[in-house]
């Protein structure tokens, strides 16, 4: 619900705050008095296109702060968390607008920045507006099918639901005979490279076991030369070990000539022990490192195979196993293709059937409301001087290409205006006054099932009088039952149902026009509806009669 207006420097109203409420609010004045602009600064919050020119002369800038009180599960807070702007449940919605003197304009939503695409999104959950020449909401034919389904309560879940499982099951059957069609082509080459992976059986982690093999094998063919080099100098008769050995004999028989020579023999014996165990340790790490030729000849080889394979893939070594699997279920599925392809019809099939059993229900359920919805238009038309004129909601099928999740048919509201005249959209068909009266009975027919929980009539009435304005005001004040009504009108009838009555009157100082709006009085709005009853010179009688349109409201 709209709860305030703040309007400042737009064309003739300098500074205006206004307060709304529950129920049918009018909107009254002289013609000229400026109740296009209150519309004009209410729709700049709603999105339209702000033009330079609503800009009051000699300010820099207009503003307009629109503010909604609004239910916490309102389809505008998806909206907002869909488009990052923060909203504390419970809170009002704050959605201001500003339009430069030198060209551009800006919008925020809850003081953050916000695009003018967003505020018409949140326009058709926030706001209807109704005019004489409005081609959006009721004549907009895109939005009639939603309208029909809420008025006949069509739940369209299931065929949606049906829509969806139809159009996955036709996209598997496409993508499976693409790629049978793609896997037939290479055909020689699939089964050739399925051989030939299957026959190499490549393990995943095999190239880096069979690199560190081979690695430690030619380490090993490394260190079994130096160490056979080594071996050299200690073994033999001429080696270090052997002339370790001939020399403690000699001294040994030396020993007991001198003390010092015992200790030399002593440290001899050592060195040989010592040398001894260097042999040992050689001859064991040779053991160690022995390897086969061949081992290291059929590891080196396979490792080569391995990389190359791999290359001609274009995998890692890897994921040659994976590959493995992957082609080989491909060459499985082309040849076991046909019988494939032929489930993926029979789901196509099935899914159809689905579908068509699923919208034939919602088809059945949108004829019906649209008689339900066309008898009671009908019985709105003849209390506005309609009689003449007739209604009709039109069902008609959609080609299956244009088929969609909301059922396979197209909703479009026509109207003939005159006995034996061809039936025609709304907005082509019906006049001025006829149009917005033809609104009117919509929106009664349509009231119960809801719609914007703000409404704006602008002149819904004119060109009207008599019984015609009472029938309208009887209705927009029906409509005020369910949701808040703004209604700028010229009709006495219709201002005296109102529950709240503004009136808007211009100013004059010197050469300075100024557009201001005040909430009547019960006693004010008397005089106001006795001017529009009488004209300029407001009698008794007329004052008279706006008492009892006010008493029999």
Do not use: C
Request: net charge negative.
């Amino acid at each position: 619900m709209l709860t305030g207006l703040s309007i400042r420097d737009v064309v003739l109203i300098e500074a205006l705050d206004l307060e709304f409420g529950r129920g049918l609010g009018t909107l009254t004045g002289e013609t000229g008095a400026g109740k296009s602009i209150l519309l004009d600064a209410l729709g700049l919050t709603l999105g339209q296109r702000a033009e330079t020119g609503l800009v009051r002369q000699g300010a820099a800038q207009a503003v307009v702060v629109a503010t909604f009180d609004l239910p916490a599960d309102h389809p505008v807070a998806t909206l907002l968390a869909d488009s990052g702007i923060d909203a504390e449940p419970g809170e009002p919605l704050l959605i201001r607008r500003i339009v430069r003197a030198d060209g551009g304009s800006r919008a925020s939503v809850n003081d953050q920045p916000a695009s003018a695409g967003l505020l018409r999104e949140l326009a058709t959950h926030l706001v209807e507006i109704h005019g004489q020449h409005d081609e959006r909401g009721l004549l907009a034919a895109r939005g009639h099918r939603a309208l029909l389904d809420t008025f006949g309560r069509v739940d369209t879940r299931a065929v949606a639901a049906a829509h969806g499982a139809w159009r996955a099951a036709t996209d598997a059957l496409a993508a499976a005979r693409a790629e049978l069609e793609t896997a037939e082509r290479d055909r020689e080459w699939l089964e050739h490279a399925v051989a030939e992976l299957t026959g190499f059986a490549a393990e995943p982690g095999e190239e880096e076991t069979l690199a560190e093999e081979r690695g430690a094998m030619q380490k090993g063919a490394r260190l079994a030369d130096d160490l056979a080099g080594v071996s050299a100098h200690l073994d033999g008769s001429d080696g270090a070990l052997s002339q370790l050995r001939q020399a403690a004999r000699r001294l040994d028989r030396m020993g007991d000539e001198h003390p010092l020579l015992a200790e030399a023999l002593a440290a001899l014996d050592r060195a040989v022990n010592e040398a001894s165990e260097v042999e040992d340790k050689l001859a064991a790490t040779l053991d160690a490192l022995s390897f086969d030729p061949s081992r290291l000849e059929r590891i080196e080889t396979r490792l080569f195979d391995l990389r190359a394979l791999a290359r001609k893939h274009r995998v890692t070594p890897d994921a040659l196993a994976g590959l493995t699997e992957e082609l080989a279920d491909k060459l499985a599925r082309l040849e076991a293709g046909g019988a494939g392809i032929a489930r993926l019809e029979a789901d196509v099939k099935a899914t159809a059937g689905a579908y068509r059993a699923a919208a034939e229900a919602v088809t059945m359920a949108r004829g019906a409301a649209a008689t339900r919805l066309d008898a009671a238009v009908a019985a709105e038309l003849a209390p506005l001087k309609l009689d003449a004129a007739r209604f009709r909601t039109v069902v008609e099928p959609l080609a299956e290409a244009q088929w969609s999740p909301s059922g396979r048919e197209r909703v479009e509201f026509e109207i003939s205006t005159n006995p034996g005249a061809p039936f025609g959209p709304l907005i082509r068909i019906a006049s001025g006054g006829e149009l917005s009266r033809f609104i009117l009975a919509l929106k009664v027919a349509l009231a119960e099932e809801g719609g914007a929980a703000t409404m704006v009539f602008d002149e819904i009435d004119r060109g009207v009088g008599g019984a015609v304005a009472s029938a309208i005001g009887e209705r927009l004040a029906r409509l005020a039952r369910k949701a808040q009504l703004l209604v700028v009108t010229h009709s006495p009838q219709v201002a005296a149902r109102a529950d709240r009555h503004w009136l808007i009157a211009k100013s004059h100082e010197g050469l300075v026009t100024r557009t201001g709006v005040r909430p009547l009085d019960l006693d004010e709005r008397r005089e106001e509806i006795a001017r529009m009853l009488s004209g300029a010179e407001v009698t008794d009688e007329a004052r008279a009669q706006a008492r009892r349109l006010i008493e029999n409201a």
